[in-house]
């Protein structure tokens, strides 16, 4: 039977919003793939939280909750999703590219003998299929490719799409998950919370963000600054996490995070394609740099030529005048 399954990632009390983003990209493909959209929550405490994916488009929400499935360990994920496959034979599996969500698609592609596509970052109806575009050579292509049978499994990168609600309802229905021995074999023995106070990349409305052009590690005190008056989170360019200015985890681009921020400031970034792929689709871009050909000029939507170690504090200043009153 023709259909979509988006898996949706439940986590510290909230969906993903990377699942609320696929599954209004799946609202979409609906009409042109045919067949139902259903979703499925695989969690431990999760069932409550399951009819707020009808807002986001799914008809019916297949809940598997089980205390086994709460520590974030992909195997038992596998089972409820190919339990499902079985029965309801979906022609398309979408999962957001989490590190959850990665793991469970691989094992889930090994166990169903599927194709696999990730790092999607358009997904459009080919005939009574499906094709994924996704960037490749380091983002200075983009390739489409397309399934030879079901189901078509898809890895969605975290920001390619704006989650949309569109008023809808669902009909949940529980499931028994049968799991196998691998889900029990592997336990979570501790977590170690993120920094208390830091804002996520992917969930920032705001990102200041440093690159080369600042010179020298302890300059990322000026973007950190007005970042802090912003209420923003922080960003770092590949070059700049590469020269150990800032860590990985901050890294936007290809190789790193994409974000769709409201608002983006770029601080001595050039705008290479690497980075532009990771934060293209802000809603608002503006960029800082005393390079008026570099590349970002030609894509941003405010820009400032100039010294930014003169603008950047200026800047923080102003914001935090306006916030006193």
């Not at 969605?156 to 569109?166: A, D, G, I, L, T």
Request: aromatic share 4%.
């Amino acid at each position: 039977m023709p259909g979509i399954l988006v898996v949706a990632e439940h986590s510290n009390g909230r969906f993903r919003r990377v699942s609320l983003e696929v599954l209004t990209k799946a609202r979409e493909l609906k009409g042109a793939l045919g067949g139902p959209l259903a979703a499925v929550v695989a969690g431990s405490g999760v069932a409550d939280a399951a009819g707020e994916l009808g807002q986001y488009g799914a008809e019916t929400v297949y809940v598997a909750d089980h205390e086994a499935l709460g520590s974030g360990v992909a195997a038992g994920h596998v089972d409820v999703v190919a339990g499902l496959q079985a029965t309801h034979d979906f022609s398309a599996i979408l999962i957001g590219a989490t590190a959850l969500g990665k793991d469970l698609a691989a094992a889930l592609a090994v166990r169903l003998g599927a194709g696999l596509n990730g790092d999607s970052t358009e997904l459009t109806a080919a005939g009574a299929g499906l094709r994924a575009r996704r960037p490749v050579f380091g983002g200075q292509n983009l390739v489409d490719a397309e399934w030879t049978g079901g189901p078509a499994i898809a890895l969605v990168r975290p920001n390619s799409f704006k989650p949309e609600p569109n008023g809808g309802s669902a009909s949940v229905e529980s499931v028994t998950p049968e799991l196998g021995p691998v889900a029990s074999a592997v336990k979570v023995t501790g977590r170690k919370p993120a920094e208390e106070g830091k804002i996520s990349l992917e969930e920032a409305s705001i990102i200041v963000s440093g690159g080369r052009g600042l010179g020298a590690p302890e300059n990322f005190s000026y973007v950190e600054a007005l970042a802090k008056e912003l209420g923003a989170a922080v960003g770092a360019s590949r070059a700049a996490v590469d020269a150990g200015w800032y860590p990985h985890p901050s890294q936007v681009g290809q190789t790193g995070k994409t974000v769709s921020p409201n608002l983006y400031i770029a601080c001595g970034i050039s705008g290479a394609i690497q980075h532009k792929v990771g934060m293209q689709t802000s809603d608002v871009i503006v960029a800082v740099n005393k390079d008026e050909e570099a590349p970002i000029f030609g894509f941003a939507d405010f820009g400032v030529v100039g010294d930014l170690f003169e603008i950047l504090p200026k800047l923080t200043e102003l914001v935090a005048a306006r916030k006193a009153g």
